[in-house]
């Protein structure tokens, strides 16, 4: 399989997709952790073509239109269907190209926000990024690596209130990407600025035994994980 953090050659640059899903651009600790994390992968593993979905701004959610459009076969698509679909299938070649996706995410009303679920419904089309089969639905999306960040206030993730990460684990699982490393700084209201630094300690170690050389860090998997 195709492995995203072994490129072919040391200057072939990984394409980073990173989506920010916090409402707040001023003091976002998933905002935080999504830029160290970016960071680090272009200064330790390899050079970074990156490309950013901020969804700050809320992405559009799906409406009879789009669906109409989604259930047409392509080659009789009206131009009206056609500009239905235009923003998905922007968001979706953009996740089909990207060798490493980065969200970050809060946790709100202990789920994700709205925007990111918005932005899944944007990105999960049959036909392009799963399919169905006389197996059941597939993947297309394989041979990828995603890492989560989430911020929560109150709630532990991967605890039984967390509805965010075992969604967003299913639902990239369901597209074919099942290499997700979920890392948290949660619990921010009673752990505060420790569950930030504890994150980002993560974030070091799940990329870093670190190598001068870019080469010898990106062939390790273990870097990784
Ligand atoms: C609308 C809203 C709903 C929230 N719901 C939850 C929640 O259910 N559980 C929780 O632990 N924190 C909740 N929080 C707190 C955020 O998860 C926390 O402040 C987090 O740090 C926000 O991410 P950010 O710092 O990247 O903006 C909520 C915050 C907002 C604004």
């Keep these: 399989m195709h492995n995203p953090i072994a490129p072919a050659s040391e200057t072939t640059p990984l394409t980073v997709l990173r989506i920010d899903a916090s409402a707040r651009s001023n003091g976002s600790v998933s905002r935080q952790l999504a830029d160290h994390l970016v960071d680090q992968l272009g200064r330790n593993v390899a050079p970074i073509h990156l490309v950013q979905r901020d969804l700050r701004d809320n992405p559009p959610l799906l409406d009879e239109a789009w669906v109409g459009a989604n259930f047409t076969d392509p080659a009789?698509?009206?131009e009206a269907q056609r500009q239905a679909l235009s923003l998905s299938d922007t968001w979706v070649s953009e996740l089909m190209a990207a060798d490493i996706l980065v969200i970050a995410t809060p946790i709100y009303n202990f789920s994700v926000p709205a925007a990111l679920k918005a932005w899944i419904d944007q990105v999960t089309r049959a036909r392009l990024t799963f399919q169905y089969t006389e197996?059941?639905?597939?993947?297309?999306?394989s041979g990828k690596k995603a890492y989560?960040?989430?911020a929560s206030g109150g709630t532990p993730v991967g605890g039984e209130m967390d509805f965010a990460t075992p969604w967003l684990r299913f639902i990239l699982?369901?597209?074919g990407i099942t290499d997700v490393t979920v890392i948290a700084a949660d619990r921010g209201m009673a752990r505060g600025n420790e569950a930030r630094q504890a994150a980002l300690e993560q974030i070091n170690h799940s990329l870093v035994r670190h190598s001068p050389s870019p080469a010898h860090a990106i062939h390790d998997a273990s870097l990784i994980h």
């Design 76 to 78: 009789q698509r009206t």
């Design 135 to 141: 197996h059941g639905p597939k993947g297309l999306l």
């Design 148 to 150: 989560v960040l989430v």
């Design 173 to 175: 699982g369901f597209l």
